[in-house]
């Protein structure tokens, strides 16, 4: 099956400083989704990707849709102690009957010092 | 609106024991699906539906049964639970859109421990 790369396992920095995390594919996706989750609970969307080369930002978070439609990143600029959690990038293939599937990596933990 | 609801939050079974974790959404959602979360496995896709009658199998769907028989609700099933199921289950809906995206909204979670 698809598997999704994700990069760094885990995080630690200091409050103020940018985080940056990428997810890379052996497949093509046509979407790319990156999740926040806080402790004890679900996921919670942050950005949605549509397009290869699609930059998008939410606030202090950035993300973009790789040209090779194989990867994507996100960027977290001056943290702050409630960015705390984990991120989990997500891929769509969008193709015939696994549109619909969601292929997930295996998430970045981030701690933020204040 | 509540969004995503799931029950129960918290279920310890024995090994061999049957439950029904229970899934719903007040959105009209059309995709429903299951997902469960180990440590330092990501999420995995268990069953998912793209509307009332039709279910099918995702990434690892050995030991659960589903069934959609309404828009809003999608229950899961454990015939016979084993050790191995102990994880933290989330569901999830969204719209099925014209295009091939859609934004997946999870619920909160049931944390299952399998003795």
């Known amino acids: 099956g698809q598997q999704l790369n994700q990069s760094p396992q885990s995080m630690f920095i200091q409050e103020g400083e940018d985080v940056s995390m990428n997810c890379t594919s052996s497949?093509?996706?046509?979407?790319w989704l990156w999740y926040k989750q806080d402790p004890g609970e679900g996921p919670v969307l942050l950005i949605a990707l549509y397009k290869a080369g699609e930059l998008t930002s939410n606030g202090r978070l950035t993300a973009q849709f790789g040209i090779t439609r194989k990867d994507s990143f996100l960027n977290i600029s001056a943290s702050i102690p409630s960015d705390v959690g984990i991120y989990f990038c997500?891929?769509?293939?969008?193709?015939?009957?696994?549109?619909?599937?969601?292929?997930f990596g295996k998430g970045t933990l981030l701690t933020v010092n204040p | 609106n509540a969004g995503v609801t799931q029950t129960p939050k918290f279920q310890v079974l024995k090994t061999g024991q049957s439950m029904t974790l229970q899934c719903a959404q007040d959105m009209n959602h059309e995709y429903m699906s299951w997902y469960r979360q180990d440590p330092g496995m990501g999420l995995r896709l268990i069953h998912y539906?793209?509307?009332?009658?039709?279910?099918d199998q995702g990434e690892v769907p050995n030991g659960y049964n589903v069934s959609r028989s309404t828009t809003e609700d999608f229950p899961l099933r454990l015939l016979s639970a084993a050790p191995s199921q102990t994880s933290v289950y989330f569901c999830?809906?969204?719209?099925?859109?014209?295009?091939?995206?859609?934004?997946?909204?999870f619920g909160p979670g049931t944390r299952l421990t399998v003795l």
């Open positions: 497949s093509i996706f046509n979407t």
């Open positions: 999830a809906s969204s719209y099925v859109t014209s295009g091939d995206t859609d934004t997946q909204y």
């Open positions: 539906s793209v509307g009332a009658g039709i279910t």
């Open positions: 997500a891929g769509q293939p969008g193709s015939g009957g696994s549109n619909y599937k969601l292929t």
